[in-house]
């Protein structure tokens, strides 16, 4: 089972509408997908019509009293279930820090469902938290939708840097232009100057479109709706990217490593500046 993240430290980026089309576009396809809902305001959970379980606290998760794979709920879709949020998310620091090994939690409770699902979508809080470090050392790819604002790129440095500090190697990052507004000059100049800099980079930018905001109104994904328009397109357009890399960062993982090689660096050639 692979495990995708969709994050980033802010808010307001896009990160409900990608996890919840990436998802749907990636069972459509024929992989048994999850979507876990981590963000405590529900915005998943809301779109796919699902309600959350009871019993599912956040404390009861960590400590092992409920298993993952019991509060799974199904979307409608074919092959797409839902693991719901729940209010009590909002504490998962607290219940995390209390236990052994605290960023290592979350993908421990996920073993369960590896059996059952090909991929596995995480739709993650903004901010940088206890949670948030234990998405990361799960995650195979991070999915990090960015706006083309000189913060955005400054957040997605931090972000980079971050990950090579820890020495994270199994994940691959991949991050998009995201609510892209071509008429606005300072737009083209983040992203023109931000390719340059990151030439990996995926290359879908999904634009600040009013068909994409209607989503939380028609509360279905945009491809299952409307497959046909151009903003759907994009989206499946991003997931292909996004497929791509997971296959090559499969294989690369899949060549033996010699122990007397140096220590392997976190895999960020998607926005390593420098040239090869």
């Keep these: 089972m692979k495990i995708v993240a969709v994050t980033n430290i802010k808010g307001g980026v896009g990160k409900t509408t990608t996890a919840v089309n990436l998802a749907f576009l990636c069972a459509a ?39 993952l794979n019991e509060l799974v709920v199904a979307s409608g879709y074919d092959r797409l279930d839902v693991l719901p949020a729940d209010f009590s998310y909002r504490h998962f620091d607290v219940h995390l820090s209390a236990r052994k090994n605290p960023t290592e939690r979350l993908l421990r409770m996920s073993r369960n469902l590896r059996e059952l699902y090909d991929v596995l979508f995480l739709d993650c809080p903004p901010g940088i ?8 050392r799960a995650a195979d790819a991070i999915v990090v939708p960015l706006l083309p604002s000189p913060l955005s790129v400054r957040m997605l440095i931090q972000l980079r ?33 931000t390719r340059l800099q990151f030439p990996g980079m995926l290359k879908t930018e999904i634009p600040y479109w009013s068909e994409i905001e209607r989503m939380t109104s028609r509360r279905a994904p945009l491809p299952a709706y409307a497959p046909r328009c151009e903003a759907a397109t994009l989206y499946a357009e991003l997931w292909s990217e996004v497929e791509v890399k997971l296959k090559q960062a499969a294989f690369t993982r899949a060549v033996p490593i010699s122990f007397a090689l140096p220590a392997p660096s976190v895999d960020i050639s998607a926005l390593d500046p420098r040239p090869a």
């Design 29 to 67: 396809g024929g992989r048994r997908s999850l979507l876990w809902d981590l963000d405590p305001q529900g915005a998943s959970t809301y779109l796919l019509r699902c309600e959350p379980q009871e019993n599912a606290s956040a404390k009861k998760l960590v400590s092992g009293k409920r298993e």
């Design 129 to 136: 938290s206890l949670l948030s470090e234990n998405v990361l």
């Design 161 to 193: 840097d971050f990950l090579v500090a820890n020495a994270w190697v199994d994940m691959t990052l991949l991050p998009f232009f995201s609510m892209v507004d071509r008429r606005k000059a300072l737009h083209h100049e983040v992203i023109a100057n």
